[in-house]
């Protein structure tokens, strides 16, 4: 059965597509048009002043592995048993009845990336999944790359077993030698020396990320710890992702990073900087990201800040020159894209997942709240 929504204002996720006045139909679970006429072969929902955005997605999250009303000791979010992790899954310590689940669905938040901590050198893999799904089989939507660490946290664990760094040279080195490991035994593998069970499975999981066919998330902060990344980028031919680059504080260092071509996930802008790593880290940085441009998306970081807060995130972007339909896209389309979620999610347009928000007004106004939510063509939310 055909399905439609009124939207008296539209944000498609596409920056400067604002559609006014329309009508959204869905059947299944996907779009099938947007129109200006009521539809008469559907069953029309509409509300009062209501204003449309796609689904929100964290680009980057810790939730269902650090849960709500559980003791931190319970945590998930960090494997202890070695630096290097490459097979570690994360999807196999979510849990979805993490109630922080509830309220993110209420806020309009219905998809995450999930990533392993920062605490190892390589963390394991990170997922991306539906936050309204009842288990992780039918949450799962996909793999979204592995997780790597610069910086402070990798060597802060130095209690934790395995092979741990005391130095930020310490921690690059580790990393180098996992990779030129790797390298050598693929090329072992590629010339017929060896065959590929012959290669221990840790070294096996390197293979797609020197392939190219899989991304490695770092997590990263500082200005020079970026630059020594790229350099290993360039070293090993990688293909990676910032993840955070709160304490950059400089239009030239965003710029190396906007001509390396690598994007950002972004944040999280509201949480405290506790930490030597962040002391440069202020809000006002947005500035020289905004003026920069390099492609970007926006995290949460939960439980360092809230996911159902992440839209929140949006109003500084505001402050320095985004327009509203830019500044959606962030979480909308810039983080579809970054996860390789574009053919799917991201804008509103036919032939993608019907999922959506509508809210009772502009969702930059304080008093607004989200009144209807769908996901992938199912009632989630009806206030």
Known sequence: MRKAVKADVLYTGIPGKVLRNVYLVWEGSKFVEITESKPGDAEVIEFDKSVVTPAFIDGHSHIGMDRAGEPTSEGEANE?????????????????????????????????CVLPGSGNIIGGKSVVIKNYAPDIQEAFIKYAGVKAAFGYNPRSTTEWKGTRPYTR??????????????????????????????????????FPILKGEERLRVHVHKTDDIMGLLMIKKEFGLQITIEHAEDVHTKEAFQKIKDEGVPIVYGPVDAFSYKTELKHETWRNIKHLVEVRPFFGLMSDHPETLQRNLYLQLRFFLRFGMSKSEAIAIITKNNAEILGLSDMLGTIESGKLASFVVWNGDPFEL??????????????LSE
């Open 80 to 112: 202890k048993y070695d630096s290097v992790l490459p097979l570690v899954d994360a999807l196999h310590s979510i849990y979805m009845d993490d109630v922080s689940f509830k309220e993110s669905i209420e806020w309009g938040v219905l998809y995450s």
């Open 169 to 206: 040279m310490g921690a690059v080195s580790i990393l180098r030698k996992w990779l030129i490991k790797a390298r050598d035994a693929m090329k072992l593998v590629e010339s017929g020396k060896k065959a590929l069970e012959e290669i221990e499975p840790e070294l096996r999981g390197l």
């Open 367 to 380: 008093g607004s709240y989200p009144i209807y939510v769908v996901g992938e063509g199912k009632e989630l």
